[in-house]
């Protein structure tokens, strides 16, 4: 039966079982679509906790959920959902061991704390008619929240780019030249699911598409490299010849329960949230799942930590507050505060790390250059919720 999204499903895509799986494995599926499905991953007693503090989190912001929109939806990142970012049960996915796993087998590290993982929203869909029906002719979809993309320029020294780069050579490249002065950007991403996503037999006859990823496989080494810092050096525009290109290629990735879907970031690929129609949850939620990226530690610059760490304590709440803002709001976002990915967050194996009860305040210390810690405070999500609990209802729900 033919899919609502008019595209084929990538029924070749490689599906590896996480018990047993090995670098070669992982490296080697990744290589060869860009993307790649490991099942048996996240246990559903870890899912249902991750949803029953979703939705814990969204009744906290409105009394009336789930006949309410979403929390805080504008912004990325940290600035969605006004902080859920942070929280405890999203933190618990990242430092879930079978996901950290995953990132040590993919970077050959050893030791979890080698590791650094950015601090990305969860992907919710709040309601099955979140997408739109396909316009006409438009052989892509309505139910996606972007159109083909890549996430992030490959960011290495300008004289050593590699525009069709491999996941081999590059993790090659790491262990070979970790010590100079080598920029690496951070290839490949995961999506961790977290709800049950059986497709469903729709009125007409087509078979539902539940959540999930779409990808033009193989396309990961076929688009010229991106430069970083700006939007369009790594979106892929609806109106360029690259979309074009890319269109044939767009498959739908099958996934379910407990899977982490990797992708490198220089493939083309959306989300999908499903289908109008698709039957939905007493809670409100038809989709459910939380972005990770891992990185090795020695692959980020020591400028870089640094400031990143400097952005951490003296700049994050401010950004934060100022995302909150109605049309007219002129106040300007740091930079800083606004970039979300790759934040230097160790991984904690032991349960939700140190971003869900306090936060670190960094400065640079002016005689050694080096950044010092000055004192601990309450972390962002308790302190979000203070403030929630100190405006009227009517402020509350414009959240």
Not at 271 to 300: F, I, N, T, W
């Amino acid at each position: 039966m033919p899919l609502h999204t008019g595209l084929p499903v990538a029924n070749d895509v490689s599906r590896l079982r996480f018990q047993g799986l090995t670098q070669k494995q992982l490296v080697d599926a990744l290589e060869k679509d860009g993307v790649a499905v490991v099942t048996d991953v996240f246990p559903k007693p870890a899912c249902d906790a991750f949803r029953k503090g979703m939705v814990d989190d969204f009744y906290s912001c409105h009394k009336n959920w789930p006949d309410h929109k979403l929390p805080g939806i504008d912004g990325n990142g940290l600035f969605k959902f006004f902080g859920i970012p942070l929280s405890e049960h999203c933190q618990a996915v990242r430092a879930h061991p079978n996901v950290t796993k995953l990132g040590q087998l993919l970077y050959g590290v050893e030791n979890p704390n080698d590791l650094v993982v950015s601090l990305d929203a969860p992907a919710v869909g709040s309601e099955a008619r979140s997408g739109k029906p396909p316009a006409r002719g438009d052989p892509y979809f309505g139910g996606s929240t972007l159109k083909p993309h890549v996430d992030m320029a490959i960011s290495l020294n300008p004289k050593k780019r590699y525009a069709s780069e491999t996941l081999t050579s590059y993790l090659q490249k790491r262990k070979r030249e970790n010590n100079d002065d080598t920029s690496y950007g951070f290839p490949v991403q995961m999506q961790v699911l977290a709800m049950d996503q059986t497709p469903f037999v729709m009125k007409n006859g087509q078979q539902g598409a539940a959540p999930s990823l779409v990808a033009a496989l193989g396309w990961h080494t076929k688009l010229p490299l991106r430069e970083g810092g700006r939007k369009e050096d790594f979106r892929i525009l609806e109106d360029h010849s690259e979309l074009m290109s890319v269109w044939p290629h767009l498959r739908f990735i099958p996934a379910e329960q407990g899977c982490v879907v990797l992708w490198d970031s220089r493939l083309p690929h959306c989300s999908y949230r499903g289908d109008p129609g698709h039957p939905a949850y007493e809670d409100g939620l038809c989709r459910l799942a939380q972005m990770v990226c891992y990185a090795p530690k020695e692959a980020r610059e020591d400028d870089e930590l640094v400031r990143k760490l400097v952005c951490f304590g003296e700049k994050f709440e401010e950004a934060v507050l100022k995302r909150v803002k109605r049309d007219g709001d002129d106040r300007e976002i740091p930079k800083e505060g606004a970039s979300t990915t790759h934040w230097p967050h160790m991984v904690k194996q032991e349960g939700p790390g140190h971003m869900s009860n306090s936060v670190n305040e960094w400065t640079i210390d002016k005689k050694t250059k080096e950044p010092k810690r000055v004192k601990q405070r309450p972390g962002m999500w308790k302190m979000l919720e203070a403030k929630r609990r100190r405006l009227t209802e009517p402020q509350r729900n414009l959240l």
